[in-house]
T-cell receptor, first 115, second 111 residues
Framework: ETGVTQSPTHLIKTRGQQVTLRCSSQ?????VSWYQQALGQGPQFIFQ???????GRGNFPPRFSGLQFPNYSSELNVNALELDDSALYLC??????????????FGPGTRLTVL | GEDVEQSLFLSVREGDSSVINCTYT??????LYWYKQEPGAGLQLLTY?????DMKQDQRLTVLLNKKDKHLSLRIADTQTGDSAIYFC???????????FGTGTLLAVQP
């Protein structure tokens, strides 16, 4: 177990709705990264937060947004859900500092189904 | 560009060695990782290797890195049925420290 937790475990939404996914990072970690894993694919980077600021973004539209809180937990928000947003959403925490690379540890994921 | 490729499927018998291969394109990668994913679960970090190393061994796992050919492999000795899973290699890319994953290799271990 990595100490990274995510909620909820599963979620079913309909097209056009909005969703918020949550992640608690491992103790001592200040960086959270979010990934989307479609069925049968490898995870794709959405964005990363370091000390409450966005620190890089992948090729995802603006309706994917995030937050990081002072305790380093994080939220991923997706507006105007589309069918293709159905996926496993993974969060990973790391102890990166000032741009230094550190290993990312993943949570169990949230399975989002959009109908 | 950034791309990571893996073969899709590998089948081995219990007790044999498994070798999972990966190629990547970003020559500036500093770390390369192997993650394991069991059905319906998140990613479990197995091991990683720094780009200035050729080999790393950790119990049953051996990682080989050929930086010239941008080729990474994971060898699992004495493969067990519990090793059945999808294995992802990943490189760390760019200033954002994002992980770039391959499509994963499904390892099936036959008893």
């Amino acid at each position: 177990e990595t100490g990274v937790t995510q909620s909820p475990t599963h979620l079913i939404k309909t097209r056009g709705q909005q969703v918020t996914l949550r992640c608690s990072s491992q103790s001592g970690h200040n960086t959270v990264s979010w990934y989307q894993q479609a069925l049968g694919q490898g995870p794709q980077f959405i964005f990363q937060y370091y000390r409450e600021e966005e620190n890089g973004r992948g090729n995802f539209p603006p309706r994917f947004s995030g937050l990081q809180f002072p305790n380093y937990s994080s939220e991923l928000n997706v507006n105007a859900l589309e069918l293709d947003d159905s996926a496993l959403y993974l969060c990973a925490s790391s102890a990166a500092s000032g741009g230094a690379i550190d290993t990312q540890y993943f949570g169990p994921g949230t399975r989002l189904t959009v109908l | 560009g950034e791309d990571v490729e893996q073969s899709l499927f590998l089948s081995v018998r219990e007790g044999d060695s498994s070798v999972i291969n990966c190629t990547y394109t970003d020559s500036s990668s500093t770390y390369l990782y192997w993650y394991k994913q069991e059905p319906g679960a998140g990613l479990q970090l197995l091991t990683y290797i720094f780009s200035n190393m050729d080999m790393k061994q950790d119990q049953r796992l051996t990682v080989l890195l050929n930086k010239k050919d941008k080729h990474l492999s994971l060898r699992i000795a004495d493969t067990q049925t519990g090793d059945s899973a999808i294995y992802f290699c990943a490189e760390i890319g760019g200033a954002t420290n994002k992980l770039i994953f391959g499509t994963g290799t499904l390892l099936a271990v036959q008893p």
